[in-house]
Each structure stands twice: as C-alpha cells, then as structure tokens.
C-alpha cells in the first residue's frame, strides 16, 4: 500500500529565505506524485506534479519539486519565501490508479 | 479542468441529525471522491462514487455513516447521519482528470461541519 510523509507539521521561514518541505513515499511501484496547497476556508489547489517524466517538476507561484528515486523523496522548495505563501501543505501519491493518498500536511508560516 | 461546487460551505447542526453535503462539476466525470478532513489533519477518503453502482467505502466507513448517491455523471452527495461533536470536520467532494491516475484530482471549497 502506498505511504506519505511529510516531516515537519510546522515550517517557518523568513520572508526571502528558501522554502524547503519535505515529502517522502512508499512505494513497490513508480509512483505519481503531487503537491498541493491549501488557504484558509478554501479547498486544494495543486501546485505542481510528477507524472515519471522529468525529475525535476516546476509549479505555479515559483515552486518545484524533484523527484528522487534513490531516496524515495519529492520535497517542495521555492527560492524566496513570499507572505502569500502562508498556507498547508499537502503531498500526495498514486500507484496510478485513481486512490490518492495524501501526507499529514506542513503549516507553512512566513514571518517578516 | 474541472470546477467543483459544494453546497453547503459550512453547517452548524444538533447532534443525533443528519446533513447532506451536494457536489456539482461542471463536466461529466466517471469517479467522485468524497474525503474527509478532520481539524488539523490531513485528507481521509471515505468512498468512491461510481454513476450507476453503489459506492466503493475505504476502511473504517460504513454506508449507514456515510450514504452516497451519485444519480448522474455530474452529480453526488454525501450524508452525514446521526451526527455527533466526532463527525465535525471538513468534508470535500473531487474528481480526477479523465487520464485517471496520473493526472490531478481538482476539489471543491469543502463544507466545514461543526457538530454540537
């Protein structure tokens, strides 16, 4: 069965400083992996998204993800934090079906 | 893409009653999820909803708990029976892409279910 984590509930940064979340996976199987926010009082939106095409994925709002086999990871980053980035953080993975199974989320707090 | 409306965004209600959570999507979609958010966790499937079978229940829900209908290929609710202050949470309907797996699920805005 296919397994997320996501180390670390809470993540702050400074505004400018590098955003770095973490995500790892279980998997017997190359997975699909994905990244998506979520804003107060709002539902998902995804960010971006590993479908076994290149390594390294870029999303909207200047985040990417790598997708690294050996490691069985896919941590978020993002060059220069922004106050806008405030928000919950959520990987998942498919074994391509249809099931998504989703990390516990990373709180992500941007401070001045 | 797919828009995804819920209705309602949010409810208060009594315990021992029940609530029904609409999700409309603006195209035709095979599979309808319904997760469930409980306050600050993360995403729970509790079923998948086919258009002309019953729904598909994960682990540790039951069709008594949670009935779904899903009359057409736009359309599915959730109940929320017999509510009690443990069934508070934010329940969110979603669909995938038509590629299936491999392509993102979109969501609605969620109701956010507060049991008293």
């Known amino acids: 069965a296919q397994s997320v984590t996501q180390l670390g509930s809470h993540v702050s940064v400074s505004e400018g400083a590098l955003v770095l979340l973490r995500c790892n996976y279980s998997s017997s199987v190359p997975p699909y992996l994905f990244w998506y926010v979520q804003y107060p009082n709002q539902g998902l939106q995804l960010l971006l998204k590993y479908t076994s095409a290149a390594t390294l994925v870029k999303g909207i709002n200047g985040f990417e993800a790598e997708f690294k086999k050996s490691e069985t990871s896919f941590h978020l980053t993002k060059p220069s934090a922004h106050m806008s980035d405030a928000a919950e953080y959520f990987c998942?993975?498919?074994?391509?079906?249809?099931?998504?199974?989703f990390g516990t989320g990373t709180q992500l707090k941007v401070e001045l | 893409s797919a828009v995804i409306s819920q209705k309602p965004s949010r409810d208060i209600c009594q315990r021992g009653t029940s609530l029904t959570i609409q999700c409309q999507v603006d195209?035709?979609?095979?599979?309808m999820f319904w997760y469930r958010q409980q306050p600050g966790q993360s995403l729970t499937l509790i079923a998948t909803?086919?258009?002309?079978?019953?729904?598909?229940?994960e682990s540790g829900f039951v069709i008594d708990k949670f009935p779904i209908s899903r009359p057409n290929l736009t359309f599915s609710t959730l109940t929320v029976s017999n509510m009690s202050p443990e069934d508070s949470s934010i329940y969110l309907c979603?669909?995938?892409?038509?590629?299936?797996?491999?392509?993102?699920?979109?969501f609605g805005q969620g109701t956010r279910l507060t049991v008293v």
């Open positions: 998942a993975a498919t074994g391509g079906g249809n099931k998504l199974t």
């Open positions: 909803a086919n258009q002309g079978s019953e729904a598909t229940y």
């Open positions: 979603s669909v995938q892409g038509p590629q299936g797996g491999n392509t993102e699920a979109f």
């Open positions: 195209s035709q979609v095979t599979m």
